[in-house]
């Protein structure tokens, strides 16, 4: 049972235009949400997190927005650029449940910026 | 560079194998996961130590084990080994519980024949 959806595989965007990413979740306990970046042949790399009681959370060109009714959370990119061309994973924990040690991934999203 | 080591970065074994997949984490990092990425799945989360000690399970085979040393270094022993046992191995580690940004190691190929 996928407990966090990327429901998309794939994404192609232009360069200097908006990526957005989409991430579906089904459990409700999850309380915290997190977006990893994954290049080839590396480790992924944190990029953004959100609480629960956020509904939305920016760092720089990235922002993640969390509707908890529905369950969704997206990660905004803007603008986008040839560098952030990578597979994306959303991940998300229950930490007040006490089941704060394991997150559960998505299966990823491979963004592709075009020049 | 995350700070966090794996080794070795690819194996080769076959089917009835053991191997040990070894996991250095950050300085002052006191937990380490260990997750398996297959083809078609996203991180599988397998198994969390903290400070030495056991602190959460996944879906992990009880053809598979781990521990975490007194230098918090880890190791990950897969036995067995089965065709559907190939794939990246990742190790992350972070100061605390999962809501600490886990760090990412590199990962290990294993590749079962």
């Known amino acids: 049972d996928q407990q966090v959806k990327q429901n998309s595989p794939s994404l192609s965007v232009q360069e200097g235009r908006i990526s957005i990413l989409n991430c579906d979740y089904t459990n409700s306990m999850f309380d915290y949400f997190l977006w990893y970046k994954k290049y080839p042949a590396e480790g992924p790399t944190f990029l953004i997190s959100i609480s629960s009681i956020k509904d939305k959370n920016e760092d720089g060109r990235f922002t993640v927005f969390l509707n908890k009714s529905a369950k969704h959370l997206s990660l905004h990119i803007v603008p986008s650029q040839p560098g952030d061309s990578a597979v994306y994973f959303c991940?998300?924990?229950?930490?007040?449940?006490?089941?704060?040690?394991?997150?559960?991934f998505g299966k990823g999203i491979t963004l592709s910026v075009r020049p | 560079d995350s700070g966090v080591t794996q080794t070795p970065k690819h194996l080769i074994t076959a089917t009835g194998q053991r191997v040990t997949l070894r996991c250095s984490p950050r300085?002052?990092?006191?937990?380490v996961y260990w997750y398996q990425q297959s083809l078609d799945q996203g991180l599988q989360f397998l198994i969390q130590y903290y400070n030495g000690e056991e602190r959460a399970k996944g879906n992990i085979l009880e053809r598979f084990s781990a521990q975490q040393f007194p230098d918090l270094h880890s190791e990950l022993n897969l036995s067995s080994l089965e065709l559907g046992d190939s794939a990246l191995y990742f190790c992350a580690s972070s100061v605390g519980g999962a809501n600490n940004e886990q760090f990412f190691g590199p990962g290990t190929r294993l590749t079962v024949l």
């Open positions: 300085s002052g990092d006191l937990s």
């Open positions: 991940a998300a924990s229950a930490w007040n449940t006490g089941a704060n040690s394991k997150l559960t």
